[in-house]
């Protein structure tokens, strides 16, 4: 197979660098393989379960489906360029905390996911957040603690006291009247 | 070095309460997993790195005739290929189905089976060589189904089993079953089907392996089981196991789709010693679907004797499972539907009958409940009807009935603790069941059900005397505790439990301790990530691996500070005494005079659960250290005129002993909860026959992520989630397992739930909105208000093994067993227990709970 390559210069989480890779690679491709940033996921490679995801120009956008060739000029953030110097991220902090990252597969995606929705709207509702993240697929946390890792991200970001509720970290009391 | 002995005798009454056991901590890979660092199997990469393609069967049941790679060989980039001649050794996780080749050598038995491989240096050349080399196919009969697979005449997927293409039928009996359908005043029948569905762990399975020297080889992979696939691999590549490592990486999610040796995993070690290069091979998602090992598709049919005031007198239950193409696990997933009927409810008389078929799909094998969800799922449901015709709430027929704590079943299955009770209050309490069960409107309703899980298969997978777990720790000057254990993270939080074991013992933080596991070089086996068994088997391993560290620091430390060793307290990184605090030493400084005094510090620790008391044939599998038991309320709203429905809210308890770690032990029952719906509401892994001009193939339906439905963010309602602790003696710090019995209760309760909204039952699960429309269609009608299979195929079952229960004066032996050759070989399902008490005598030093 007579491959085309190209050669662009991409900037990735604020650092620019000249790349050269098969022009019908992937950004996905591209970040994995020839930038060694293996941070990103993929699940199918077919746009299915929004594993891939990363922030084109602060927009989520599914790696495994836009060329790196179509880069050029673009910002692109990764997971890789998330935390602030050697802290981590608000919603790093929160999604650690609640074992919301549980086998930690599709968290890069959601991560980043969800930091274009706090961008966008720093106070989101739980349907707000559901609905950015529905295009990602988790297998692990039935979704919930990953709600409550946005919310609590949320409130750190907005420079709010963050106390994981007790429930969430305990389980919920039951009420005392059951028996027969 | 003095052995110490078994440090379990020392007074833990000193003990500051828990700084780590049972307290909410941050995993400790939780940084890595959120700053992406965590080294999945496709995320390494080494210097000359080829890549790997398997050439799969386009024929679900075939001859192979001829391979050419002659045009694959023209592909640039090409480095070669393999066949299955190559690798002419059978292996299969079970050594009494050792089935698989590497790559198929006479047949192809599913669409997907893999028949060659080839290597090139970028995967699009890999990708392209595998689609130019050609094999010539002679077909057969393609065996689609339970059906079809008793049927006499037609081609046979494998020369062994149980006849036909039957694989295995099992067939036992616990008491005089007949008298107890005599005391019965309601008799009982019910046949349900429960659809295969498969694992969708978000990783996609990859495998690295680098060739060493001629003769050594490094497999790191995507697996729940680490110490299987190295011996496999020992046994293909004729290999001394000496030669072969493997590393188990973290694993995007396993859920059992990771516990089975894969092919691909075999191949990759021959190819990079072929090639003397690094070789990876990641499967694409829809090879993932074909690879499968999920779960059975199950019919079952139940009948059950229930006297006035719902207490059971006898149960028969049958069950008829798909196992696809190959043995698996198929052997125990088939003794698995049936062994933990009698775990959740005193049952006093059981009988048993399990039949697996062989066909022309994927392999079906363990996915998270292995066995067990199918007749959960059959027996809830059939509980909820005993309820509704007996007049008892189905509450309180769950809580007449519950099995009695510390006693052994009609099968000879010891039970532990039991917390279901408070399970059933909690979710009957905060679902508001006494208030609204059968009150709500029409279209709203509540469903209740309850189940019950191992705590680690009492036996492992192959016959050996030898730990299921270990643990190895190496401690030195710099105080930092180095922990080795074979055991694999799959995300489930295992290298959580073992630091925390660890730095709970010797009283120092997580940070002070170094991990290192799944390696079979380098850390001490453990069988893997699977029935869960890893917080209980790793937990009293690494505990008894760290109070062996601590006897040797106290030693050293009380002769340096002349305190009485028993008044010794290791926390706060210090050691210290108790009747004067400030007298002390820092854990450093301790294990520094530790070190002076000993010499280079070392310790091991090791478990092997107790002996069971069953004897006879098959009663290998079922028996655990404990079991764990949850029960849960489904709210659903129905839409009577679509048949739509939505579950609006599910409250879980579950039955934990005790939480090593509260935040780890509710992801996995929400992550189960949400498992169990995906079962119950949508998930199948089924398959369809292609039009004539297209093969006819018998081929997945969905084998994709779009296609294949899961729940999404848009279908998960909120979970209320109680955990129930009731420390369970067995348990290290009292801790049960977690990770698969709260799926169990999960779709029974949505079918119970559907039944309280509209009235109609649906005796399969996933449960679809026509289902329910055609149900009510029935029931307006006039005609029974049910959608499920009618009838459950005639089988011959051959001779029952009849064994008495414990109330009958039995002994745990059949009958019928008279000197027959005992079974060593596959001791997980087969095998008899008779030699575990020489096991257990050879043991000095591991854990051994009684
Ligand atoms: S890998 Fe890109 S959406 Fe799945
Ligand atoms: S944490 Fe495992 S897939 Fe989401």
Redesign the interface.
């Not at chain 1, 999604?95 to 074992?99: E, M, P, R, Y």
């Not at chain 2, 059933?424 to 905060?430: K, L, N």
């Not at chain 2, 799959?490 to 939080?493: E, F, P, T």
């Given at each position: 197979?007579a491959?085309r390559t190209t050669t662009l210069e991409l900037l990735i989480n604020g650092e620019s660098r000249v790349v050269a890779f098969?022009t019908h690679h992937t950004l996905l491709e591209v970040l994995?393989e020839e930038c060694?940033l293996?941070?990103?996921?993929?699940?199918?490679?077919?746009g299915?379960?929004g594993?891939c995801a990363v922030l084109v120009d602060g927009q989520p956008v599914l790696s495994c489906l836009v060329l790196a060739a179509q880069m050029s000029g673009r910002e692109i953030e990764?997971?890789?360029g998330?935390?602030e110097g050697n802290r981590?991220h608000p919603?790093?902090?929160t999604?650690?905390?609640?074992?919301a990252?549980?086998?930690?597969?599709?968290?890069?995606g959601i991560?980043m996911t969800a930091k274009a929705l706090l961008a966008d709207n720093a106070h989101p509702t739980r349907d707000d957040i559901?609905e950015a993240?529905?295009g990602?697929?988790?297998?692990?946390?039935?979704?919930?603690?990953?709600?409550q890792a946005v919310e609590g991200a949320a409130q750190l970001a907005a420079g709010e006291e963050w106390t994981?509720a007790a429930d969430?970290?305990?389980?919920?009391?039951?009420?005392?009247?059951?028996?027969? | 070095m003095a052995e110490p002995s078994d440090g379990k005798q020392r007074d833990e009454s000193l003990d500051l309460p828990g700084r780590h056991i049972g307290q909410?901590f941050?995993?400790v890979?939780?940084?890595?997993?959120?700053?992406?660092?965590?080294?999945?199997a496709?995320?390494l990469?080494f210097p000359r790195l080829c890549h790997l393609k398997l050439v799969r069967s386009t024929l679900p049941h075939a001859r192979i005739k001829a391979i050419d790679f002659s045009s694959a060989a023209d592909?640039?980039g090409y480095l070669g290929s393999l066949t299955g001649r190559q690798m002419p050794h059978p292996f299969g996780i079970l050594p009494v189905s050792e089935d698989e080749h590497a790559l198929c050598i006479e047949k192809v038995r599913y669409v997907g089976d893999p028949v060659a491989a080839v290597a090139a240096t970028s995967e699009?050349?890999a990708y392209?060589a595998a689609l130019r080399v050609e094999v010539e196919y002679e077909p057969l009969d393609t065996i689609d189904g339970i059906d079809t697979a008793l049927a006499a005449d037609l081609d046979r997927i494998h020369d062994y089993g149980d006849g036909n293409n039957i694989h295995k039928k099992v067939s036992m009996r616990f008491g005089d079953l007949e008298a107890g359908f005599a005391e019965a005043d309601l008799e009982l029948e019910d046949t349900l089907f429960y659809e295969g569905n498969t694992?969708?762990?978000?990783?996609?399975h990859a495998t690295v392996a680098v060739a060493e020297d001629e003769d050594r080889v490094t497999v790191y992979s995507s697996t729940q089981t680490p110490h299987y696939v190295h011996r496999a691999l020992a046994k293909v590549l004729e290999l001394p196991p000496s030669r072969i490592r493997v590393i188990a990486c973290?694993?995007?999610?396993?859920?059992g789709g990771k516990s089975d040796v894969f092919n691909h995993e075999i191949v990759a070690a021959k190819m990079a010693l072929e090639l003397g290069r690094p070789v990876r091979i990641t499967l694409?998602?829809e090879e993932i679907f074909y690879c499968h090992r999920g779960r059975h598709p199950t019919l079952m049919h139940l009948r059950t004797g229930f006297k006035k005031d719902g207490s059971m007198t006898a149960q028969h239950l049958r069950t008829a499972l798909d196992g696809g193409a190959y043995g698996s696990y198929g052997v125990a997933s088939t003794y698995y539907t049936g062994a933990l009927q009698t775990v959740t409810y005193d049952l006093p008389r059981y009988r048993f009958d399990g039949v697996r078929c062989f066909t022309n799909k994927p392999p079906c094998g363990p996915k998270r409940g292995h066995g067990t969800p199918q007749p959960r799922f059959g027996f809830e449901v059939h509980l909820d009807k005993a309820a509704e015709k007996l007049g008892i709430?189905p509450?309180?027929l769950r809580?007449?009935n519950l099995a009695e704590p510390g006693s052994v079943t009609a099968n000879w299955l010891q039970l532990g603790t039991i917390g279901l009770r408070r399970c059933?209050?909690?979710?009957?309490?905060?679902s508001g069941?006494?208030e609204r069960y059968g009150r709500l409107p029409h279209g709203r309703g509540l469903g209740l059900a309850c189940g019950s899980y191992l705590c680690g298969a009492g036996l492992p997978i192959y016959w050996n005397h030898m730990p299921q777990s270990g643990v190895q720790l190496k401690l030195d000057r710099s105080g930092g505790v180095a922990v080795f254990c074979g055991e694999a993270e799959?995300?489930?939080?295992s290298d959580s439990v073992l630091a925390a074991v660890v730095a709970e013992v010797l009283g120092i933080d997580l940070a002070d301790i170094r991990l290192c596991v799944a390696d079979t070089d380098l850390t001490p086996v453990d069988l893997g990530s699977y029935s869960s068994r890893v917080t209980l088997m790793v937990g009293h391993a690494a505990h008894q691996a760290a109070e062996r560290a601590r006897k040797l620091i106290a030693q050293a430390v009380a002769k340096r500070l002349e305190v009485p060793r028993e008044r010794l307290i290791f926390a706060e990184r210090r050691v210290f005494d108790a009747a004067d605090p400030e007298k002390g030493l820092s854990f450093e400084d301790a294990v520094t005079v530790a070190e002076a005094k000993w010499g280079t510090l070392g310790t091991t620790g090791s478990y092997i659960p107790p002996r069971a008391p069953g004897k006879y044939r098959g009663a290998g599998v079922g028996p655990s250290p404990t079991y764990s038991y949850s029960a849960a309320v489904v709210e659903v709203e129905v839409d009577p005129e679509t048949g739509l429905y939505r579950p609006d809210h599910v409250w879980i308890?579950h039955d934990i002993g005790r939480s090593i770690n509260?935040?780890?032990?509710?992801?996995q029952?929400?992550?189960?909860?949400?498992?169990g719906l995906g079962e119950a509401m949508m998930e199948e892994q089924a398959f369809r026959a292609l039009p004539r001009h297209l093969s006819s193939a018998l081929v997945h339906k969905t084998p994709?992520?779009?296609e294949y439905k899961?729940p999404?963010?848009?279908d998960?309602p909120?979970?209320?989630?109680?955990?129930i602790e009731d420390p369970d003696p067995q348990g290290p710090f009292g801790a049960k397992e977690v990770g698969q019995g709260p799926l169990l209760p999960v779709p029974p309760a949505l079918a119970n739930a559907i039944y309280d909204a509209v009235g109609v039952r649906i005796d399969q699960v996933p449960i679809q909105p026509q289902m329910i429309l055609k149900a009510l269609d029935e029931k307006s009608r006039g005609r029974q208000a049910r959608y499920g299979p009618k009838v459950f195929p005639e089988v011959d079952f051959g001779e029952i093994l009849r064994v008495l229960t414990p109330a009958e004066g039995g002994d745990g032996h059949a009958l019928n067993e008279h000197g027959e050759k005992k079974a060593h070989g596959m001791s997980g399902a087969d095998g008899t227990m008779s030699s575990r008490d020489e096991a257990l005598k050879d043991k000095d030093g591991a854990v051994t709970t009684k």
């Open positions: 197979m491959e098969p994995r060694g293996t941070g990103t996921k993929h699940g199918c490679e077919l299915e379960c594993t990764t997971v890789e998330l935390q981590l919603l790093q902090q999604f650690a905390d609640l074992n990252a549980q086998c930690g597969y599709c968290t890069p991560l559901r993240l529905s990602t697929l988790c297998r692990c946390t039935g979704y919930h603690k990953i709600l994981p969430s970290l305990h389980g919920a009391t039951p009420p005392d009247r059951g028996s027969e | 909410p941050r995993r890979d939780g940084r890595a997993k959120v700053t992406g660092t965590t080294r999945f496709d995320d990469h592909v640039p699009e050349a392209e694992h969708l762990a978000m990783e996609q973290s694993n995007g999610g396993g859920f694409n998602r709430d509450a309180d809580l007449r059933i209050e909690a979710v009957v309490a905060g069941w006494r799959i995300g489930q939080g308890a509260p935040v780890l032990v509710l992801g029952v929400e992550g189960s909860v949400y498992m994709s992520l779009l899961s999404t963010f848009h998960m909120p979970v209320t989630s109680y955990l």
